[in-house]
């Protein structure tokens, strides 16, 4: 079964528009971490922002917002006011296993985003 | 602070050779991870090293393997070398087991052509 699960393989928004990206989980763990990145053409992946499986309060970075819904376990990426440079690829990622130490890491398929003029 | 640095950046093979990729992680990060990355396969997990031990490891056959040095400085090593291995090779590194926030910060990525 897929641990990370982003049903989105591609998606358009409008420059200035929000959009959000769709990301759900698979974990038993009681203490895991989720992470966005983004990888523009040039391959470097970059880190966006993190929510710890603790944190009460919705992550945010600037203009990226992460919506986490752990009952429902999905970590959206809500980017605000969409600008052409946002257009790469987005990974939502899980850290499971600090407690057992066995640290794994796992990433979703993608979702690929196309900012339009 | 400098971030993760990987060399070379590209490389072309051919079969049967073998290949060594290097990863500089951040400063004072311990824990460092390969991955590899295909248009096939997504991103996949090779393996993760801390204070020079391989602390865990994904589901790749043992002609790929990796040494961490006590700088922390990391290398990968491919022998055998497959058409298949054609990938984009990402190191990240992070101060997961340091008792601080675990976020990984990958480098650029090392391109693999094998012909």
């Known amino acids: 079964a897929q641990k990370i699960t982003q049903t989105q393989p591609g998606m358009f928004v409008q420059e200035k528009e929000a959009v959000t990206l769709d990301c759900t989980y698979d974990?038993?763990?009681?203490?895991?971490?989720l992470f966005w990145y983004k990888q523009p053409s040039s391959g470097e992946m970059i880190f966006l922002i993190y929510?710890?499986?603790?944190?009460?309060q919705n992550a945010t970075e600037g203009r990226y917002s992460l919506n986490f819904q752990k009952a429902r376990k999905s970590a959206n990426l809500v980017i605000s006011a969409s600008q052409l440079g946002d257009s790469a690829m987005y990974f939502c990622?899980?850290?499971?296993?600090?407690?057992?130490?066995?640290?794994?890491?796992?990433f979703g398929t993608g979702t690929r985003l196309k900012v339009l003029a | 602070k400098a971030g993760v640095t990987q060399t070379p950046r590209y490389l072309i093979k051919t079969r049967g050779q073998q290949v060594t990729l290097s990863c500089s992680p951040i400063?004072?990060?311990?824990?460092v991870s390969w991955y590899q990355q295909t248009p096939g396969q997504g991103l996949q997990f090779l393996f993760e090293?801390?204070?020079?031990?391989?602390?865990n490891k994904g589901n790749f056959p043992g002609r790929f393997s990796g040494r961490q040095f006590s700088n922390s400085r990391s290398e990968m090593n491919v022998s055998t070398l497959e058409l298949g291995d054609s990938a984009l090779y990402l190191c990240?590194?992070?101060?997961?087991?340091?008792?601080?926030?675990?976020?990984?910060?990958f480098g650029p990525g090392t391109r693999l052509t094998v012909l």
């Open positions: 990240a590194s992070s101060t997961l087991g340091q008792g601080e926030t675990d976020t990984q910060y």
């Open positions: 974990t038993s763990d009681q203490s895991y971490g």
């Open positions: 929510q710890g499986s603790y944190d009460e």
């Open positions: 990622a899980m850290r499971e296993g600090r407690i057992s130490g066995t640290y794994k890491y796992i």
């Open positions: 400063s004072g990060h311990r824990s």
């Open positions: 090293y801390f204070s020079e031990t391989q602390r």
